[in-house]
């Protein structure tokens, strides 16, 4: 089925530790994003990338970093994590070339919890 | 940036109608989502609105006024299935999508 994968489903991790949330679409959509979704804050965009090397800074960049080296893949790393980075985050993707709504398609969402 | 306000929670009864409200302000608007989100789930698309207007999808409509920066989500016939979170969004540009806080739904029988 044809969609976006995100690993991990669920991770505790302790600050300060590196963790990188693993992204991959196989939809050929150009364009792929993260966001982090907090209770009462709604989703926020973090970063994203509308093709393969290229990527910017969305609504709240600082802590994380991305990469984007090809179409499919779109990790999001957390080089030092701290208590405040605890949250669920969404990859989407969506294909800008297509005219229209270029509407997003979320994955599932990794749960993690920084103590 | 982008305000995007859209009530807190809403509750109704099933078989009624429910109206979602979402008023947004924008430096350049270029169409307005509305998605789904079950508890736990991924959020699911629903509706797009770029021209004024009303849009409907079976049980679901939405409607724009983009000289209000208003729009509002209606569900009509609930059913238990439709209990979940719904999100107005809004596009700036050619990809930005700015996301409103979400309004929880709760059907009840």
């Known amino acids: 089925i044809a969609g976006i994968t995100q690993a991990p489903t669920s991770q505790i991790l302790a600050a300060g530790r590196r963790m990188t949330l693993r992204c991959t679409q196989d939809m050929r959509h150009n364009a792929m994003y993260w966001y982090r979704q907090d209770l009462g804050l709604g989703l926020r965009l973090i970063h994203y990338s509308n093709t393969a090397g290229t990527t910017g800074k969305g609504e709240v960049p600082d802590g994380y970093s991305v990469s984007r080296a090809n179409t499919d893949d779109f990790p999001l790393t957390l080089a030092s994590a701290v208590p405040s980075q605890t949250s669920v985050y969404f990859c989407?993707?969506?294909?800008?070339?297509?005219?229209?709504?270029?509407?997003?398609?979320f994955g599932a969402g990794s749960r993690l919890t920084v103590l | 940036g982008q305000n995007i306000d859209q009530p807190t929670e809403m509750t109704a009864t099933e078989g009624a109608i429910v109206q979602i409200n979402c008023t947004y302000q924008t430096s350049g608007f270029n169409g307005l989502f509305w998605y789904q989100q079950h508890a736990g789930e991924a959020p699911t698309f629903l509706s797009y609105n770029v021209l004024d207007g009303l849009e409907e999808k079976g049980r679901f409509s939405s409607f724009l006024s983009r000289s209000k920066g208003y729009s509002y989500l209606l569900l009509k016939e609930l059913q238990m299935k439709d209990s979940a979170s719904y999100l107005c969004a809004v596009r700036e540009g050619d990809y930005k999508l700015s996301f409103g806080a979400g309004t929880t739904v709760t059907v009840r029988a």
């Open positions: 989407a993707s969506s294909d800008l070339a297509g005219s229209g709504a270029n509407v997003l398609t």
